[in-house]
């Protein structure tokens, strides 16, 4: 099996096209300026499009490798794969088809190459050859179209506290998307949407979750800011030529007024720091999480290279895109996430926090500065006190059999990252591998600390033939075993 790996590897090295290497000489140019700027072949930009929309043209399938094959993992709920209902998790593609053109064998073809054959625009066909589990050869045309991916979109859930009657919400943001070509999906629409039915639901308390969210639209992160604090401002700016900007909240109302918890960790980055910085500063909610964020404070554009290519580059369009760094961002106080982040009023153990996958591990990042702050008013309404905060969820963490499950893997993975050996003894590498596979197992299948009189709803779920309703009660378990999240409902409480 290693000898199989190793000879794909090889193949798929020999059989780059010209296009995939131009790629990747003009990223290693790119990336010697920092490690934002960056080229798109033309596919590339759509794929880049999609995780900032959670929207593209298709057949609504998530794949993957499977030795020589490609393999379903997932049809997207209400996608054209899943109205058709041939194809299936665990079906082999064996081979893909343009409408009524010859079948091209896929096997040992990159899992990249095969995306970019079953993709498509609206309303074409694609035809899929597919070997199901029980042996079946079976072709499945597929009309492609729009596939929305819902799991990309900000959700919520309603926390119940049936001794006390009380409630809290929770609202998961994956990322700060937008489609800048429609006026569908946008994040910070999508957020005060959430919000109202909160605030319909007479919550106690929110629970905004940054954790793993990379970013996205700046606009949607100035303007979810200012769904929870009056007028003000919420980021500065400044660009090459030492210029300022200052962005804004202009709308003096709030959306949502009373107690907020900000959970991020070491993935949470770019908007989602601009978001979890500006809260902080207006002491208008308590960041909990990693000790740090991931800290990138830099701004980017995307430019369509075949709109500024004069007319005799026709022949070499579509020419992609290139993602450049044109700025950086700054707190209101006037200092940059750049390499420092967003320390956490509440420090959690984070599995994340002793791997080098922070900013200023990449390769060229730029420094760390200040600029003069921003003026602003305090939050004055419902203050908290973060040192009773503070020492109050100390004490749960240290009875808390998941944190300290979290801590000693945390402990572990410092160690092997301080230590980068594998045993060249083969029983002593595969008892390693056994750990490390008994302690991932250890870490999806944590204690469950959320006391019984808990009680969770989201507001998704209205008719269990809805093909969402059964990923959305995937989420509440989910929801419910997080550790994370039980203690930002107990810190919401102590305020």
Known sequence: ??????????????????????????????????????????EQKDDFDASLTG??????????????????????????????????????????????????????MPLSDVVKMIRGKKGTEVRLTVKKPDGRIVVIPIVRDIVVMEDAYAKSAVITNQKTGKKYGYINLPSFYRDFKTNSHN?????????????????????????????GSLEDAVRMAGLFIKEGPIVQIKDNKKNIDVMRDPDPGIVYGGPLVVLVNSLSASASEILAAALQDYGRAVIVGGPRTFSKGTVQIVLDLDQILPEQYNSIKPAGSLKMTIAKFYRINGGSTQGKGVTADIPLPDLYGYLKISEKNLDYPLPWDTISAASFQKWTTGKFDISKLKKLSGKRVQQSKAFQFIGSDVAHLKYRQEHPYEPLQFTRFLAEQKLLQDESAQLKNLPVEQPDYIKINAFEINDSKDPQSSKISDWLTQINKDAYINEAWHILQDM
Request: glycine share 8%; net charge negative; charged share 30%.
């Open 187 to 215: 994040s910070a629409d999508d957020v005060r949407s959430e919000l109202e039915q909160l605030n319909a639901s007479k919550v106690n308390g929110v629970i905004l979750d940054l954790r793993n969210n990379g970013g």
């Open 55 to 108: 929207v593209m043209e298709g057949i609504g399938a998530t794949l993957k490798e499977d030795g020589d094959y490609t393999k379903v993992v997932e049809i997207v709920p209400g996608s054209a794969a899943w109205r058709q209902k041939g194809l299936e998790a665990d079906d082999i593609i064996l081979k893909v088809a343009q409408g009524d053109a010859e079948p091209v064998d896929i096997a040992t």
């Open 1 to 42: 099996k290693v000898a199989q790996n190793f000879k794909r590897s090889f193949e798929r090295l020999l059989h780059e096209n010209d296009e995939t290497r131009f790629g990747e000489y003009l990223n290693t140019i790119a990336g010697c300026f920092d490690p934002h700027t960056e080229y798109f072949l033309p």
